[in-house]
């Protein structure tokens, strides 16, 4: 079947990450020269779903980066086996596949604690960080607690269940945001590439993460980008980590979880003003002079 219309996008490429396995990466080459992000998707999502809106507005800036991570859209396939520390070696595997020192990391929601991690385990590799839409646990409630228990069975359940079926409730499990139908057929396509298990299993991984022991400890440049009007990872939670993080900036969006793409026009804008306060600093660190 034809490819459904959507998008324009940056050239994409399969990429063979040695000893791991094979994902999918899109590039913007940005200007000659120009720092390294690497975009971390949040849960559900594929790189081209979370991200495309913000590819242009970041190319004109850096050399943008993004990957498929584990169990979703091209990338590698782990099933219900998915850690979030594997998705942060991949990040240092993918700057090795590309020949690229250190990169900023730059997650959304699932992303991250992708990259936190990423800078945990890694620090040589991390000029500095751009958290959006995320938080340090995603346990905060009685209700996120009870659903975080739940799904590791969830998980073992889709795995022996037949993959008509499992995409079924996948797809189903999206909201149906999109109002052109055109872009929402691109969006299922894209979600059809998901691997339902190993959604589930990220999800039971997230549940499980939580960086307050450490995230205090973080030595780079990080910019935090808050969704302000987020359901789904309240602000205060989104706030209580940059607060938690030396010399986080707070960079507030007016808009809910999903303002990647459904606010792209105000997130973006947004999200580059906090990339750039983040690069900035690091070449100042860089060069040897006191940061500001």
């Not at 943008?64 to 782990?78: T, Y």
């Amino acid at each position: 079947m034809p490819r459904p219309e959507g998008p324009d996008l940056p050239p994409g490429r399969a990429l063979e990450l040695p000893g791991r396995g094979r994902t999918f990466v899109r590039e913007v080459a940005g200007p000659p020269g120009a720092p390294t992000v690497v975009l971390l998707h949040g849960l559900g999502a594929s790189a081209d779903l979370n991200w495309f809106p913000s590819y242009t507005g970041l190319g004109r800036h850096f050399r943008v980066v993004a990957i498929d991570q584990r169990g979703h859209g091209r990338g590698i396939r782990v099933g219900a086996r998915f850690r979030l520390e594997d998705c942060a070696d991949d990040v240092a595997a993918l700057a090795d596949a590309l020949g690229v020192e250190r990169v900023i990391p730059v997650g959304y929601s699932m992303g991250g604690p992708v990259a936190q991690l990423v800078w945990r385990r890694h620090r040589e590799r991390v000029a500095g960080m751009v958290l959006c839409a995320t938080s340090r646990n995603f346990r905060g409630g009685p209700r996120e607690r009870m659903m975080f228990a739940a799904l590791p069975g969830f998980a073992a359940a889709l795995r022996m269940t037949p993959t008509p079926v499992r995409r079924g409730v996948m797809l189903r499990a999206f909201p149906n945001r999109y109002e052109d139908p055109p872009m929402r057929q691109w969006a299922y396509s894209e979600l059809r590439r998901n691997d339902p298990a190993g959604l589930a299993g990220a999800a039971a991984q997230l549940g499980r993460f939580s960086s307050h022991e450490w995230i205090g400890e973080v030595d780079v440049p990080t910019a935090v980008v808050v969704t302000g009007r987020d359901s789904l990872v309240p602000p205060h939670r989104q706030l209580r980590l940059a607060e938690s993080i030396p010399d986080a900036s707070v960079h507030v969006v007016d808009g809910d979880h999903a303002a990647c793409v459904m606010a792209w026009r105000r997130f973006v804008p947004v999200l580059v003003e906090a990339c750039l306060a983040v690069s900035q600093r690091a070449d100042v660190i860089q060069k040897g002079a006191p940061a500001v």
